[in-house]
């Protein structure tokens, strides 16, 4: 039998992005380990379909937070540490996007344990959740929140006495006595059986309920 306390308990490696102007907060549940990352932000593993999509819905373009090394791009590669992956994102621009839209980015997990050792949510053991007060009161325009996975939204369901409802779906829920939009949407990970413009479409149809889009 697996003894746990045997198993590294990770911290979140990244600071929860608060744009002061944000209108709504996304959670995942925790990043991979750092070998599979392209840059140093949310959703860093170049497989996992996030900034595709939401290059897909803001510009019509689902490359456009790639970055090809073979060609000139907005990245200093000189300082970047990533400069070795030919294909990665582009953090800078990403991160000016998210700023200029309204768009925060935290995880429902401060620590955890791998229980494979693997980035599949499946195996990830919560040991502490992130304080959403302590996130929600740094961005007072904020007034949704977006699981994106089964696991994230297990995680909020459980931790705010929320039953579980479908992707796609929003309900609302009550954090420091401030009512928030809840939606649910599907996981941007490859694993998760959707093709990337059927996913689009449910990250679309929440953007345009939050007349962001």
């Known amino acids: 039998m697996l003894d ?4 590294e308990i990770e911290t979140h490696p990244f600071e929860p992005f ?3 102007n944000a209108k709504v907060l996304f959670l995942g549940t925790f990043p991979a380990k750092p070998i ?3 840059m140093n932000f949310y959703y860093p593993n170049f497989l996992n379909d996030m900034w595709r999509i939401m290059g897909l819905l803001f510009y019509d373009d689902p490359m456009k937070f790639e970055i090809n090394s073979s060609v000139s791009d907005s990245s200093s590669l000189a300082n970047d540490q990533f ?5 990665r994102f582009d953090q800078k621009a990403i991160m000016d ?3 200029e839209k ?3 980015l935290s995880d429902t997990a401060e620590k955890i344990r791998r229980l494979k050792g693997n980035a599949s949510d499946a195996f990830l053991e919560v040991v502490k959740s992130r304080n959403l007060s302590e996130l929600l009161a740094q961005i007072p325009e904020c007034k949704a929140i977006v ?3 089964e696991k994230a939204t297990s995680v909020l369901c459980s931790d705010y006495n929320v039953d579980k409802f479908s992707i796609g779906e929003c309900v609302p829920i009550i954090i420091s006595n401030k009512e928030y939009s809840f939606y649910r949407m599907p996981s ?3 694993a998760y059986p959707l093709s990337l413009d059927r996913k689009a479409e449910f990250y679309r149809e929440m953007f345009k309920d939050l007349e962001m889009l």
Do not use: V
């Open 188 to 190: 941007t990970s490859r």
């Open 4 to 7: 746990k306390e045997i198993i």
């Open 97 to 99: 996007f998210c700023a």
């Open 36 to 38: 599979r990352w392209s």
């Open 147 to 149: 699981t994106t996975g």
């Open 18 to 20: 608060l744009p002061r």
């Open 102 to 104: 309204g768009i925060a």
């Open 83 to 87: 400069a070795s992956k030919k294909k």
